[in-house]
């Protein structure tokens, strides 16, 4: 058990059943009445936010979560595959639990959060940056540089033979693009 006051941005705590993640925080001390903590909490499962206030010494349940590399293997059905790092336990997550799906590639080792209690995945981050290659842009038109236009790209993962597209900056061509997850 926590107090309200000692809520930070990153601490997981337990209420109404469900679990949340504190986004943003702020100690308001009003001219008259009590002090109290306002925060944006973030359900893990479905991700709402919500603003919730807590007065000054109202005890919290928190939870203990633990961020570990996972390496990505392979899909199965639904799931995808990923192995520990550290023990090598290879565990099943669902696609829905997963941050940026779309640019996860085979080998790529990826963060994932899970209570520590219960040791059930919370969630799964894939690395802000991925490699890609750009197989085929449209031509960009003369005279478009003038406004933020975009034209679409088709891109490839390097290990995967999967086709996306995407909107980007007429001077891509033939490239290896940076995205951003």
């Known amino acids: 058990m926590i107090n ?33 903590m306002r925060t944006k909490l973030k359900d893990v499962v479905n991700g709402y936010v919500l603003e919730r206030r807590f007065n000054i010494g109202e005890k919290l349940e928190d939870v203990r979560v633990e961020r570990r590399p996972h390496q990505y293997l392979y899909m199965e059905g639904a799931d995808y595959i990923f192995m520990n790092q550290e023990t090598f336990d290879q565990i099943p997550i669902a696609h829905d639990l997963i941050n940026g799906v779309d640019f996860l590639l085979e080998g790529m080792v990826v963060d994932v959060v899970s209570d520590a209690s219960t040791e059930t995945v919370l969630f799964a981050d894939v690395p802000v940056k991925v490699q890609m290659k750009i197989t085929y842009t449209e031509p960009g038109l003369k005279g478009d540089t003038a406004t933020n236009t975009l034209k679409r790209i088709i891109y490839l993962y390097m290990h995967i033979k999967r086709r996306n597209l995407l909107q980007a900056p007429p001077f891509l061509c033939f490239f290896v693009l940076l995205c951003d997850g």
Do not use: E, S, W
Not at 7 to 21: E, P, S, V
Not at 23 to 28: G, K, N, S
């Open 4 to 36: 309200a006051q000692d809520i930070k941005i990153g601490t997981a705590i337990r209420m109404d059943g469900k679990l949340y993640f504190c986004i943003d925080f702020l100690h308001v001390k009003p001219g008259k009445g009590n002090t109290f």
